[in-house]
């Protein structure tokens, strides 16, 4: 019985393919009864059911000829777009605009330009690597050849003693420029003037802003100190300092891992429910006609989404999706309040803010939308739908991992934002106000402790990468007696973390003779805190005043964030800035502050190396790593507990739970063409959350079509009410 449905399976999946506008079910019938007489209409119609549940199949209604309610039809998969446009055949929206854009798209546009440079420069290598040219690419080659003896490397070294060769570089420009002054080489001088600027702003960045060498600063010494300025080399002869070892007593609490790149089996998983989130906008262009109140540009909808799969041991997979497209009352919302929420960016407000003040809104509206639905899954308030054949569920099993697509962090974050004045200042504050309730319901839960994850596809910022390019640097390594790296390539690195990950990786995967999916390649682990990011660069280090003395602000102290708060409002007043906030409208971001950090890595499972090791693969299996997070609480003031943290989430990971997303790609390697990209190594549930924020699976359609038609219905009322 079992073959002969099989057979009959093989037969519609023939059938359908060979008809891309799809057949409804009475013409499949006839088409399967022109062979077999005996084939029962009835069965026929139980297996079409069945492979539609089964997700083999689109079930999808006909574009509506004439009056009546339009037919349903059913699709092979192979003759539809993967994603499917929930705003067709809906009245009064022009369906050909309307479009949901993809939370990595919106993160695609806060990448530095320099970074997305490098990672176009990357795609043309790794096209080399998949045709087995590695030759081509002398750098590539040289991370390949050179991976076992750079992975060896201790971490914390290798920071100091950059440190050590960039001020040096820095003074000896500084140095030279004043000779071609004295000679009046003005023009050669100007050129070595751009070049110490350039180089300066990486130093702040990298050294500073990231590894948190801080400056001096209010007669407290520093760590790193840097003229602020080219020319304040050569007029006021200030050179950089650089006290190494106040940066191993600060390194030493940042870096966990005696390695740069380690290789680790993970323990067994800990988790019976893991959890991915997601976060997506609708851009809605609904119809105008002349005279309409109804503008005429898109109308900006926030939407999110969660995918959860439950892991019992069961052979069947067990997943279920979650969705918010519409939100509850929109037409009780004023524009307003309705756009500080998060939830509709009106026309009139792009306008009235600005575009590119608009755009960050937009930003943080989004992350306020995806904390919320980390929000509903950590206090167990989502409505599971069941994917395939599976069950609804009764009861919410205990979710124990959520994985967010996208960094931990709140991506608009910096205090004068959350200071701002107006809707902007608005959204920002309700978003860190959101992202303070995800984390005191996660991972420091009374009730017990959720890990809370996340893979970021376009990081915005290497650290990895310099380090390499660095010791290949100081390595003075040599190719046909020329050296390869040069003193620009540690400061403009020609690849991504990303990619260096993936070329390290692979050269020790060529020496290693077993592939399992337990066993990972890691790399060290950097703890980064929510305040190294929240304030700009002429505030760290945080100097607080206490008993009219100077000291330094002790991050783990509540109280001197409170002090700190205090004393900037006091200061604002003084200086007569208006500011609208109180201190108690502070009490969620020093929250923050004070108590959360991420712990961040790139890893991948060695068995993702063994087709392109042994050759088997014909270049196609290569991919590209995104950088993994887990928030950690930094009250306690101990790296063994942060990485019991991530081993948690990695538990997950080990557990073979690695997916391909050949949807999406990170900035510089979406070439146009699906086939032609390549695919993001990420944990599997932030793979279907993604498919569920874009609103992918066939089994949500109708459900998403009947969303998408009330919240057109309420957003004509709420844009009709405002005016």
Not at 109 to 135: F, H, S
Not at 188 to 210: C, G, I, M, S
Request: hydrophobic share 35%; net charge negative; aromatic share 8%.
């Amino acid at each position: 019985m079992a073959a002969a449905e099989d057979i009959l399976t093989q037969k519609i999946l023939d059938l359908l393919l060979k008809q891309p506008e799809g057949l409804e079910v009475d013409e499949i019938i006839n088409h399967l009864q022109s062979e077999d007489s005996d084939i029962s209409p009835r069965g026929v119609r139980n297996l079409l059911n069945q492979l539609v549940k089964g997700e083999k199949l689109i079930k999808r209604k006909r574009q509506g000829q004439g009056r009546g309610k339009p037919p349903y039809a059913y699709f092979n998969l192979k003759t539809v777009p993967q994603y499917v446009n929930p705003f067709q055949d809906i009245p009064g929206v022009d369906s050909a605009k309307s479009h949901f854009v993809a939370k990595t798209e919106i993160e695609k546009e806060q990448i530095d330009p320099q970074e997305r440079e490098r990672q176009k420069q990357w795609q043309t290598v790794l096209g080399k690597i998949a045709a087995n040219n590695l030759l081509a690419d002398t750098y590539a080659k040289v991370i390949i050849d050179y991976a076992s003896e750079i992975a060896i490397q201790n971490p914390i070294e290798l920071v100091v003693n950059m440190a050590h060769w960039v001020v040096n570089d820095l003074n000896q420009l500084g140095e030279e420029i004043e000779c071609k002054l004295q000679k009046s080489e003005t023009v050669e001088a100007q050129v070595l003037v751009r070049r110490l600027d350039e180089r300066l702003t990486w130093a702040r960045n990298n050294l500073q802003k990231f590894w948190r060498l801080d400056r001096s600063r209010d007669e407290i010494e520093g760590i790193l100190d840097l003229p602020s300025q080219a020319k304040n080399f050569f007029r006021d002869g200030r050179r950089a300092q650089f006290n190494e070892k106040a940066a191993r007593d600060r390194l030493k609490n940042r870096i966990i891992g005696d390695r740069l790149i380690d290789e680790t089996t993970p323990p067994v998983n800990q988790h019976k429910a893991a959890v991915g989130t997601d976060a997506s906008i609708a851009k809605i262009f609904l119809n105008h006609t002349s005279g309409s109140f109804i503008p005429p540009d898109p109308v900006i909808v926030t939407t999110s989404a969660a995918a959860m799969i439950v892991d019992d041991n069961n052979p069947t997979k067990q997943e279920y999706l979650d969705f918010d497209i519409s939100p509850d009352g929109l037409q009780e919302y004023e524009e307003y309040n309705a756009a500080a929420k998060g939830l509709v960016l009106s026309p009139n407000l792009m306008r009235t803010l600005g575009t590119d003040t608009f755009k960050r809104a937009q930003t943080a509206a989004l992350e306020l939308r995806q904390y919320h639905q980390d929000y509903r899954v950590a206090t167990r308030t989502t409505e599971w739908r069941p994917m395939g054949n599976l069950p609804d569920l009764e009861i919410n099993p205990k979710v124990t991992l959520i994985f967010r697509d996208g960094r931990v962090f709140p991506v608009v974050h910096r205090i004068n934002f959350y200071e701002a004045d107006g809707l902007y200042g608005d959204i920002v504050r309700n978003q860190i106000a959101e992202f303070a309730g995800v984390i005191h319901n996660t991972m420091l839960n009374p009730l017990g402790e959720i890990v809370y994850g996340s893979a970021v596809k376009n990081p915005e910022l290497s650290w990895l990468s310099p380090l390499v390019f660095w010791y290949l640097y100081n390595r003075k390594i040599q190719v046909q007696g020329k050296f390869i790296v040069n003193a620009d390539d540690v400061y403009k690195t020609p690849f991504v973390d990303t990619s260096v990950s993936h070329l390290l990786f692979l050269g020790l995967a060529n020496y290693s003779s077993e592939f399992n999916k337990q066993k990972h390649f890691i790399s060290c682990r950097v703890l980064r805190r929510f305040s190294d990011i929240a304030f700009v660069d002429d505030i760290l280090p945080i100097i607080i005043s206490k008993d009219e003395q100077p000291e330094p602000l002790n991050e783990n102290e509540i109280e001197d964030w409170q002090t700190f708060i205090a004393q900037r409002l006091a200061r604002k007043q003084a200086n007569g800035e208006e500011n609208r906030l109180e201190e108690d409208d502070y009490t969620p971001f020093i929250y923050i502050c004070h108590k959360v950090g991420v712990l961040m890595c790139y890893a991948a499972p060695s068995s993702a190396y063994e087709t392109i090791v042994n050759g088997d693969s014909g270049g196609s299996a290569h991919f590209l790593i995104p950088r993994l997070e887990v928030a950690i609480n930094l009250e306690k003031q101990n790296l063994q507990t942060y990485q019991k943290t991530l081993d948690k989430m990695l538990s997950w990971l080990g557990a073979g739970r690695w997916e391909r997303d050949h949807g999406h790609t990170q900035t510089g390697f979406d070439e146009g063409e699906t086939e032609s990209r390549y695919p993001v190594l990420v944990p599997d549930v932030t793979l279907y959350a993604d498919e569920a924020a874009k609103f992918a699976r066939n089994k949500l359609s109708d459900e998403v079509e009947e969303k998408v038609r009330n919240l057109i219905a309420d957003l004509k009322k709420h844009l009709a009410g405002g005016r």
